[in-house]
């Protein structure tokens, strides 16, 4: 996949930026606060699933604007399109068009575009609750499968109503039942989703041979599995038990089994330790590995490489480490963009990637 040119409108803290990158691969810099992330944000925005389960459309006007824009030049394997997302005025809810018409189906752009997003921010999925590794989870699944939203979003509707019902109308059993079986239909889906996605990057030798053409050796492989009740796997076990846990679930208003009750554990399979006991750079590698093991996937999936935004990769590695990836990256053919705020530190990779430094929302040759 190849961005050709990019345009930003009133998109987070740029008022207009078109770009055209030279090379698949960019490196950006930038002092802190200069707007890195918040463009890497913006192409990760062109992925269906993001959205969704990410900033919600409101918080991403510049300040003090109404509507915001993002426009993108791309080829795909010689196949060229525009794809533009943003949210228009007087409109509440984003939308996609695919060379200027609006699009009907999130899949019709999973097809053609998708990108996989590495923030520094990701580093506290080890030590945060459950619910940010669902979410980090389910936006790496919503890549392999558009679907998976949809039944995420009718899944939690149901639980939200089954909760009000409980609280408000508990002897309206037909009710209840109908909702189980909404619940239970969707979370069998959306757990099937889940362990497939977790299958899948089992199957791409994780830190190891994490793309094609590429040996990405980390020396760090990272195993993921997911933490998930047998009940999530079969719609009458789920259903029965929803029934069961009625009373406890009224008492403690909420429900207490379904997929927003998931997890995923990850661990460093060479000392067979929690992640969350690995060290800051070990994390880091962790998080490379799935999200270039992820890259894999759907380039074997879809047929197309994704577009690789990696936020400040370099933090946390040592010099050899931080060599590997760099040499790793730059054989890469797809858009890869990699921030930071120490140009030298790219030095290794001089000759194979272009350089641009963000000051005053604008991406400056360096
Ligand atoms: N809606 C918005 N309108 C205008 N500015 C915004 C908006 N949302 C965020 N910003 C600002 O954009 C600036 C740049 O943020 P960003 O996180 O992209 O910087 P960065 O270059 O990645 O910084 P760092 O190196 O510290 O990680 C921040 O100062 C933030 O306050």
């Known amino acids: 996949m190849n961005l050709q040119r990019l345009t930003l409108t009133d998109f987070r803290n740029y008022r207009r930026c078109v770009w055209e990158p030279s090379t698949a691969l960019s490196v950006l810099t930038g002092e802190n606060g200069s707007g890195k992330t918040n ?22 006007p510049r300040y003090g604007a109404t509507h915001w824009g993002i426009a993108a030049h791309l080829d795909r394997n010689g196949q060229q399109f525009q794809l533009s997302t ?29 990108c996989v997003w590495l923030t520094p921010q990701m580093e506290r999925l080890f030590l945060e609750g459950a619910s940010s590794r669902r979410r980090f989870l389910d936006r790496l699944t919503v890549a392999l499968l558009p679907d998976h939203t949809q039944q995420l979003m009718a899944h939690e509707r149901s639980v939200m109503s089954r909760n009000r019902v409980l609280l408000e109308q508990p002897h309206e059993t037909a009710w209840l039942t109908s909702l189980e079986e909404s619940i239970s239909r969707h979370a069998v889906a959306a757990t099937a989703a889940r362990l497939h996605l977790v299958e899948t990057l089992a199957e ?8 094609p053409q590429t040996t990405l050796n980390l020396h760090c492989p990272v195993a ?5 009740s047998p009940a999530l796997e079969v719609e009458d076990r789920l259903r029965h038990a929803l029934q069961q846990s009625r009373e406890q679930d009224r008492s403690r208003k909420s429900t207490s089994i379904g997929a ?27 998080l490379l590995s799935i999200i ?3 890259a894999y996937a759907i380039s074997r999936i879809w047929g197309h490489a994704p577009v690789i935004l990696l936020d400040e990769p370099l933090t946390h590695l040592d010099e050899r480490r931080r060599i590997i990836l760099m040499e790793s990256l730059s054989a890469l053919q797809t858009t890869t963009i990699l921030t930071g705020t120490e ?12 350089f641009f430094h963000i000051h005053d929302d604008t991406l400056h040759p360096a």
Request: hydrophobic share 40%; glycine share 10%.
């Open 39 to 60: 463009f890497l944000e913006a192409l990760s925005l062109l992925a269906p699933g993001r959205g969704l389960l990410g900033s919600p459309a409101h918080v991403l």
């Open 260 to 286: 927003h009750k998931a997890d995923i554990t990850l661990q460093d399979s060479m000392t067979g330790r929690e992640a969350s006991q690995s060290s800051s750079g070990q994390k880091k590698i962790m």
């Open 292 to 294: 270039l093991s992820h």
């Open 86 to 114: 943003g949210l228009a005025e007087g409109r509440g809810r984003r939308i996609f068009l695919l060379d200027g018409e609006r699009t009907k189906t999130l899949s019709e752009i999973a097809h053609l575009y998708s």
């Open 343 to 354: 140009a030298e530190l790219f030095a290794p990779i001089k000759k194979a990637a272009s």
């Open 204 to 211: 791409t030798p994780f830190g190891n041979e994490s793309f």
């Open 224 to 228: 993921a599995a997911l933490r998930t």
